[in-house]
């Protein structure tokens, strides 16, 4: 698939890793070009994310019931009809995506997690306050978890928590994407999340865990 082919105002993902860092961001294609797409704005706070040399970012959209990737992109801001936006340039065409390709691990832990409560501040910034509950990570893969919960959260909510590796604690942050109730578990409610910042080292986490888990299986 080309660039050129995708449609205005279909959801788009941006992933970008960045010093040690995942992020994951999703906006709105406004407009396209031979090699070329601008989406909506991205900001946090009020302010444009800004995309550097250094960043590895690449695109996934969706078109029907495929999903195509893009890696290795270009990213910057311009203006369309004075309203701003993120390019991003690419003169490869896109390949076909699996999201599924991100293995899972089984984790079955406990794990103290945060939820996200975004306020307006007196000067109109955004205020983030957190509030603590208990929840199981039933699953984990780099790009999302499985966890259970008596907490009642709802599609979009943002979490955060900590996993304890073998190379110190790993934090991730993410949004809850599904749910559904549980009725033969000490929790109430299964909620799959969708990770928007992660630290690279979590890979190498998974890796590590499975292949600990294998040997485990095969007796020794």
């Known amino acids: 698939m080309q660039i050129k082919e995708m449609q205005l105002g279909k959801t788009i993902e941006i992933h970008v890793d960045r010093e040690g860092y995942h992020y994951r961001f999703v906006s709105k294609v406004e407009a396209v070009s031979s090699n070329s797409v601008a ?9 444009s994310f800004r995309f550097e040399e250094e960043d590895n970012i690449t695109l996934i959209y969706r078109s029907g019931e495929r999903m195509w990737k893009w890696e290795y992109v270009k990213g910057g801001l311009a203006r369309i009809d004075g309203i701003a936006v993120h390019t991003f340039s690419s003169q490869a065409e ?35 306050n957190e509030i603590g509950f208990e929840a199981i990570v039933s699953d984990l893969s780099v790009t999302g978890a499985g966890l259970y919960t ?33 009725y033969d578990k000490p929790f109430r409610h299964f909620y799959g999340c969708m990770f928007t910042v992660v630290k690279r080292g979590l ?9 600990k888990m294998l040997q485990k299986q095969r007796g020794g």
């Open 39 to 47: 989406v909506s704005r991205i900001a946090a706070k009020n302010r």
């Open 94 to 128: 896109g390949t076909i995506y699996n999201r599924r390709e991100s293995f899972r691990v089984p984790i079955g832990e406990r794990c103290p997690m945060r939820r996200i409560v975004k306020e307006e501040g007196e000067n109109g910034e955004i205020i983030e």
């Open 203 to 211: 890979e190498r986490y998974l890796v590590e865990r499975q292949r």
């Open 150 to 182: 008596n907490e009642l959260l709802e599609l979009k909510t943002e979490i955060i928590f900590d996993i304890p590796t073998y190379d110190g604690m790993l934090t991730c942050r993410g949004t809850i994407v599904r749910s559904g109730e549980v």
